[in-house]
């Protein structure tokens, strides 16, 4: 059975600073890794999704990078602020249900301070 | 496309209640999920439907928990009779290519 896990749980940065989130998952055989934003009673907004085949991708100031034989991601967030403040959640696509089943971490609760 | 469209965006009910959650998915998404999201457990995937089919509900808790998807565009999340510890934000979710889009969620209550 895949699991997830975001470490740390919880991140608090001033304004300005560069920060790395981490996921791991247990079962390497995956279809691919998507990282999710989500902002207090909203839902979860898509930031960057990586196939098996692909190593990184990147928006704006995000870069998310994958390495599946060790079972890793990290979302690196260049230059925060304090609109990033969100809960980040990381989730993995198994390969035996390609597009399909996700599994996600418990997230890691972000505050960039002004 | 206006992304994905839960109905309602809340909702009270009264223990042994039926309620129905609705879900228009993303034109052209081939796979609709729905989730359960609480404090205690996060994220959990309920029942999952590729083209209109359900693939896996083993994640639907009891069998006062329904869900159909008639068409393409319309499925429904049904718990009967509902009990105070069904009281959850449920997300329903639509993907292609392997990309999920989430809705905004329908935060239920039940007293």
């Known amino acids: 059975k895949q699991e997830v896990t975001q470490i740390p749980a919880a991140l608090s940065v001033p304004e300005g600073e560069n920060l790395v989130l981490n996921c791991s998952f247990t079962d390497s055989a995956i279809y691919n890794l998507q990282w999710f934003r989500q902002d207090p009673g909203k839902g979860l907004t898509s930031l960057l999704l990586i196939q098996s085949s692909q190593r990184e991708q990147t928006s704006g100031r995000l870069n998310a990078s994958l390495d599946k034989s060790s079972g890793r991601s990290t979302l690196y967030i260049a230059a925060s602020q304090p609109g990033d403040s969100a809960t980040y959640l990381c989730a993995v696509d198994g390969v035996e249900t390609s597009g399909s089943r996700l599994t996600f971490g418990e997230g890691t609760q972000l505050t960039v301070n002004p | 496309d206006a992304g994905v469209i839960q109905s309602p965006r809340h909702e009270v009910t009264e223990m042994g209640q039926e309620v129905t959650l609705r879900c228009k998915p993303i034109?052209?998404?081939?796979?609709l999920f729905w989730y359960r999201q609480t404090m205690m457990r996060g994220l959990e995937l309920l029942i999952y439907?590729?083209?209109?089919?359900?693939?896996?509900d083993s994640g639907m808790p009891e069998d006062r928990f329904s869900a159909k998807m008639p068409n393409a565009s319309f499925s429904t999340l049904k718990i009967q009779p509902s009990e105070p510890r069904d009281s959850a934000v449920y997300f329903c979710?639509?993907?292609?290519?392997?990309?999920?889009?989430f809705g905004q969620g329908t935060r239920l209550t039940v007293v």
């Open positions: 034109s052209g998404h081939d796979y």
């Open positions: 439907f590729n083209n209109n089919v359900p693939i896996d």
């Open positions: 979710a639509s993907s292609r290519l392997g990309q999920a889009f």
